[in-house]
């Protein structure tokens, strides 16, 4: 049913607005408005005190007819709408007719009436009445959520509709004399101050079986919810789980779930999120949401019945995101992977019999839902299972294919183009939980055919009209871009045999020529994309190559050589933001990788001046890359050839290695607060390497597992690798150093006799601290001495006041004049053989026969124990 269907249901429903009722007695209208003042458009003023005492009056026998005379005529004095002024009184008058429907149901009518009229826009006398008046207004507005709790249809239907028409406000019919009519959004504002969404909710627990009324409630809800303090109102009143979980409740109009849904996204959108999944987090609300999306999907033919559907998936969705949601145990998982890959993989089951998707906005919006949904149930490893039972793997490896010519496919070319890269997307975080089904569908060699269709030339034409085909109009740069993120969340896995089988099905060799093919596409429309591209593929080769020797040298020349290609890209751009830091990072990683550790790959780097390369990057003086090439020196100083190279570079205003070098140190020392004088030189010589950040540190508590403060700082400043370097070239005969530059060397020189420097002073500390015993040991005036202040040190750190009724224990022995603390071990004395019966008592006998008298075990004379067996006479 469409939208414009429900909501012609919907009114054919509603009462009329004309309602007779029933009433034993015909009252006469009693006119109070002369033909003068209603050409005027003006009302008479009404006593309303008199009328409110009217009401509270009792015993007299037409008092009834006299009470309901006198709000007929106040309906008809204010037909035009209620002043601001009077809005409290009237609202009281209307309380009392409430109160009176329960044993006189003819006040119904006046009731109605005077609801009716709150429809109307309210009226002002003067400009501040909206604000004087604000306090009874909210008041008075929150008043019709009570009288929800009325059982009477009509009368709750009437409300509803005066809540809908604070937001369809009519003018007056007649323009009233020295009245305005107050602001459009006044009475909702106020509808939000007096707490009318709350009440309303609450109402839905007394339509248990009224549908016609929930109906009603539920359209005034709609509106209500446009408003982010209402949502907040609702969301205390737990609306979220009140509306969900009847979502499933019949309806033949299906306007129940079209406004429940409605809702329900107006307070995700508009409210605490988090508040909102928690109370959609249980068994009932995702069992009715369940029925809703299966009923949907199997059944559902029309425009509207498929957006719905998708409208419960995206909720769905969200609370999925909650682990504590019981999305296994309502059985909805297992529906959602089966409904996501029934297309694709051959099903059995009775829910998709015969079921097949159309090309439709509708349905293509679904099965990317259904893929992003998969995704985040994913993450959840006690869904696992379920994803193997239902060959989700396998469903997402139909899309990393080349398409076939002539083949008849269920979706456009845009359409599939769109489903396969998302499919692929999907794999990435899929497949690392299923490495079993991933190798058993071959999934190395799957990926690696797709990627060397994404690097042939032969004719393709992609849409790239997607959030996923972005760059790849005309191209196979999206392809490739997530293919490649899907071998890199796979190898990151650390897999060897994931690992080794992408080297032997020719991974290397195949990555190598990729990233040489990219480089002769470039141009500026595509840069980003090819940037990420050649990113990929490098940290892909490291992750193949770190702990696979062989696979170092597949990686040879072809691979050093690429490397090379980037880091002579032009320092400029490292600063433009399109990706060259990234793809200098990767660089340097697949150096670190790729090369060190293969000999003939470090020889080759090191012919290609790739040494001078590092240097040159090194001589940008950009912190963040500065660590990682240091790192790589210090290791490629281990190749005896290395130090030629060193020596033999030269930079900017001819500049040394070795210069560089101590530039750098003597930054990173300014950076961290060392204390030096200007020509460099040691001012603080107990601390000499002691830094800023170190004398501020407290003394913090850290796990076993963590790393100190001492190697921290050893590896997170750059200090320690260039002493690394300087060391390898043997801090001699280094050219082009100034004066300056030879007092740093100096410091650098010694760095490592400074750091064993701390192990000097624990020692120095230890030796005192056995003199001190010594001392005490051999001189009773300062054994004397140490205990005084042992004793004081101990009496400050307990606390000043005793607490009330507190038993004090003292921990220390009286009259012991030891200083030395009592160790973790305590000398506990046995229990006397004599009350347990010996080391081999029949204590199981024992228990049973246990004195009456308390005390410890003792042995019982009633027991006997049995005798050892007698040894066999040896002769």
Excluded at 72 to 93: E, H, W
Excluded at 273 to 278: H, N
Excluded at 289 to 311: A, C, M, P, T
């Amino acid at each position: 049913m469409s939208t414009a269907e429900a909501a012609e249901t919907a009114e054919a429903r509603e009462p009329s607005s004309r309602i007779k009722f029933s009433s034993p007695r015909q009252i006469p209208i009693v006119g109070v408005v002369t033909e003068d003042e209603e050409v005027q458009g003006a009302f008479k003023s009404m006593d309303l005190n008199r009328v409110i005492k009217l009401f509270e009056e009792t015993g007299k026998d037409d008092l009834e007819e006299r009470q309901l005379k006198s709000v007929k005529i106040l309906v008809q004095c204010y037909q035009n709408g209620f002043p601001l002024r009077d809005l409290a009184q009237i609202f009281k008058i209307l309380n009392l007719c409430a109160e009176k429907i329960k044993t006189q149901p003819h006040f119904i009518e006046p009731a109605y009436n005077i609801i009716k009229l709150c429809g109307l826009p309210f009226l002002k006398k003067k400009a501040s009445d909206e604000i004087t008046y604000a306090e009874d207004t909210a008041n008075s507005i929150g008043l019709l959520g009570d009288l929800m709790k009325i059982q009477n249809s009509e009368l709750r239907i009437q409300i509803c509709k005066c809540i809908i028409d604070f937001y369809h406000a009519e003018p007056p019919k007649k323009h009233i004399t020295g009245y305005q009519q107050a602001s459009s959004s006044y009475k909702i504002k106020m509808a939000e101050v007096g707490g009318l969404a709350k009440t309303m909710i609450q109402s839905l627990e007394l339509l248990e079986n009224q549908l016609v009324e929930k109906l009603w409630v539920l359209k005034a809800l709609q509106h209500l919810s446009t408003s982010e303090v209402n949502c907040t109102l609702m969301v205390k009143a737990q609306a979220a789980s009140g509306i969900c979980a009847h979502l499933n409740d019949p309806d033949p109009s299906g306007q129940l779930l079209f406004r429940s849904s409605e809702i329900l996204w107006n307070l995700l959108e508009k409210s605490s999120k988090e508040e909102i999944i928690q109370q959609l987090s249980n068994l009932k609300c995702l069992l009715a949401l369940k029925e809703v999306f299966k009923n949907l999907f199997i059944r559902g033919i029309s425009h509207y019945d498929r957006q719905l559907r998708n409208d419960i998936l995206v909720i769905t969705t969200i609370i999925s995101q909650n682990p504590g949601a019981p999305m296994i145990e309502s059985g909805f998982t297992r529906d959602l992977i089966l409904f996501a890959t029934f297309n694709e993989v051959k099903s059995q089951n009775p829910l998709v019999k015969g079921l097949k998707l159309s090309n439709s906005y509708e349905d293509f919006e679904l099965k990317k839902l259904l893929f992003n949904i998969i995704v985040i149930l994913c993450k959840d490893l006690s869904t696992i299972q379920l994803l193997i039972d239902g060959k989700v793997i396998l469903a997402l490896f139909t899309y990393v294919k080349r398409p076939e010519k002539h083949k008849i496919l269920e979706w456009s070319a845009a359409q599939y183009e769109e489903l396969q890269l998302h499919a692929i997307a999907t794999l990435s975080s899929v497949a690392p939980f299923l490495i079993d089904e991933y190798m058993f569908y071959n999934g190395n060699a799957q990926v690696l055919e797709f990627l060397a269709w994404c690097d042939n030339e032969d004719s393709f034409f992609s849409h790239g009209n997607s959030f996923h085909g972005a760059c790849g109009r005309g191209n196979k740069f999206a392809q490739m871009r997530y293919s490649l993120r899907l071998l890199r969340a796979m190898v990151y896995l650390e897999n060897d045999t994931i690992n080794k089988d992408l080297c032997e099905k020719g991974a290397i060799q195949l990555l190598i020529g990729i990233f040489k093919n990219t480089i002769s596409k470039y141009n500026d429309k595509e840069e980003a994309i090819l940037l990420e591209i050649q990113s990929d593929i490098l940290l892909i080769l490291s992750g193949l190559c770190e702990h696979y020797i062989p696979g170092k040298e597949i990686f040879g020349t072809g691979g050093v050589d690429i490397i090379l290609h980037v880091m002579k890209t032009d320092p400029k751009k490292l600063q433009s933001g399109l990706g060259y830091n990234v793809l200098l990072y990767s660089t340097l990683d697949s150096i670190w990788c790729c090369i060190l550790g293969c000999y003939p790959s470090e020889d080759y780097f090191l012919e290609k001046e790739g040494i001078f390369l590092l240097l040159d990057l090194l001589a940008l003086n950009q912190k963040k890359f500065c660590n990682l090439i240091l790192g790589i020196m210090v290791e490629f100083c281990d190749n005896p050839k290395t130090a030629a190279h060193v020596n033999a570079w030269r930079g900017k205003k001819d500049q040394t290695a070795a210069s560089l070098l101590i530039k750098l140190w003597r930054k990173e020392e300014k950076e961290l607060g060392v204390k030096r004088d200007k020509y460099g030189k040691i001012v603080d010589t107990k601390k000499p390497l002691f830094t800023s950040f170190q004398e501020e540190q407290k003394i913090i508590p850290l796990p076993a597992n963590c790393p100190t403060i001492a190697v921290m700082d050893v590896t997170e400043n750059i200090r320690a690798k260039i002493y690394a370097v300087l060391g390898k070239l043997d801090f001699e005969n280094l050219p082009g150093l100034s004066a300056e530059d030879f007092v740093t060397l100096c410091i650098i020189h010694r760095y490592l006799d400074f750091k064993i420097q701390a192990t000097h002073k624990q020692r120095e500390l230890a030796n005192k601290s056995w003199g001190n015993f010594l001392a005490r040991t051999s001189n009773a005036k300062t054994l004397k001495k140490a205990k005084r202040l042992q004793e004081k040190a101990i009496e400050s750190s307990r606390y000043g006041e005793r607490p009330p009724n507190a038993i004090f224990h003292r921990t220390d022995i009286k009259g012991l004049n030891a200083t030395v603390p009592s160790g973790g071990v305590v000398t506990v004395e046995s229990t006397p053989a004599r009350l347990v019966g010996g080391p081999l008592a029949d204590t199981d006998i024992a228990l049973k026969k246990l004195p009456i008298r308390g005390g410890a075990l003792q042995k019982v004379k009633a027991v006997k124990t049995v005798d050892e067996p007698k040894k066999s006479d040896p002769t």
